[in-house]
């Protein structure tokens, strides 16, 4: 009997010293996932959010509130792109803000006109949209630089206003330029499947190139050359080598389109369930990724 008494204590201390130590681990995991407010300087020198295809700016919210709870920035507005190409301003910036932010909402963020040729439609209008969110705000606020941070569609479209106006790198410099989730040669379901596309180990050259990724060599001439890019990518890591819907090396093959010419170049592959596509703008590690790259 003391035996089975002894043994039932033994498991009932067991017991509790595995749901401590599993408390434990989960307070210190969700320390670690915390973005701890940063001391940075000040900089006049706004950053533009643009969304993805059929989204708007909520999903850019949860990346914006991350910096703005890690006190890097003081001034957010948002603004909002006709099919026009007209802006609307909901908000104002301060005077004198410190690191700006501005969530752009496109109101066509499916380019429906073109959904039989994207590639048309991210350099014919996509283009515009960008073109016209960063000049009204430059014309209005007058800023010297700026950095751009695009998630899925909104990388095709900023990657064609770098080739359609290379005027305004010179007007308007991008200072950095954070990439997520970028389809730049093929998404998967339609032009793309996994494990399809192959890059050169050295160069990122692609085997095969899309419609939307040949639009875009002529950057490899004129991409500007003061630009810091971050190209953040998710794994599901399921042996699709992708996010469920770019695959790894479409969002790669930007290195190919940009070599030499950046100031600086990184890939960031982000792992798990939560590099799901959708998820990317929703994720705390790509969050202290943005906030440490940008400032």
Do not use: C
Request: proline share 3%.
């Amino acid at each position: 009997m003391k035996h089975k008494k002894g043994g039932l204590i033994a498991a009932v201390v067991a017991l509790i010293i595995v749901i401590a130590g599993g408390l434990f681990a989960l307070r210190q995991s969700k320390q670690n996932n915390q973005i701890v407010a940063k001391n940075v300087s000040s900089k006049n020198v706004p950053t533009f959010f643009f969304h993805g295809w059929g989204s708007s700016y909520h999903a850019e919210e949860d990346m914006v509130n991350a910096i703005k709870n890690a006190k890097v920035t003081n001034s957010v507005i948002r603004i909002n792109v006709t099919k026009n190409q007209k802006v609307i301003f909901h908000g104002h910036l301060k005077k004198k803000a410190k690191n700006p932010i501005i969530e752009v909402n496109f109101d066509d963020n499916k380019l429906s006109a073109y959904r039989n040729n994207y590639a048309k439609g991210y350099n014919d209008l996509g283009s515009k949209y960008v073109k016209a969110a960063i000049s009204a705000v430059n014309k209005k606020y007058h800023y010297k630089n700026i950095n751009i941070v695009a998630h899925s569609m909104g990388n095709l479209e900023t990657a064609y206003y770098f080739k359609r106006y290379p005027e305004l790198q010179k007007r308007y410099p991008v200072d950095h330029f954070i990439s997520i989730a970028g389809h730049y040669d093929g998404i998967i379901g339609e032009n793309d499947s996994p494990n399809r596309l192959k890059l050169n180990a050295k160069t990122s050259k692609p085997n095969i190139m899309q419609p939307e990724y040949r639009g875009l060599l002529s950057l490899r001439k004129t991409f500007p050359r003061n630009t810091r890019i971050l190209n953040i990518f998710g794994n599901l890591e399921d042996g699709t080598n992708s996010d469920g819907d770019v695959s790894n090396n479409s969002a790669k093959s930007l290195k190919y389109l940009v070599a030499g010419r950046t100031k600086s170049y990184r890939n960031l592959m982000i792992k798990g369930k939560n590099a799901q596509h959708s998820k990317l703008h929703n994720n705390q590690e790509v969050n202290k990724a943005i906030i440490n790259f940008l400032w």
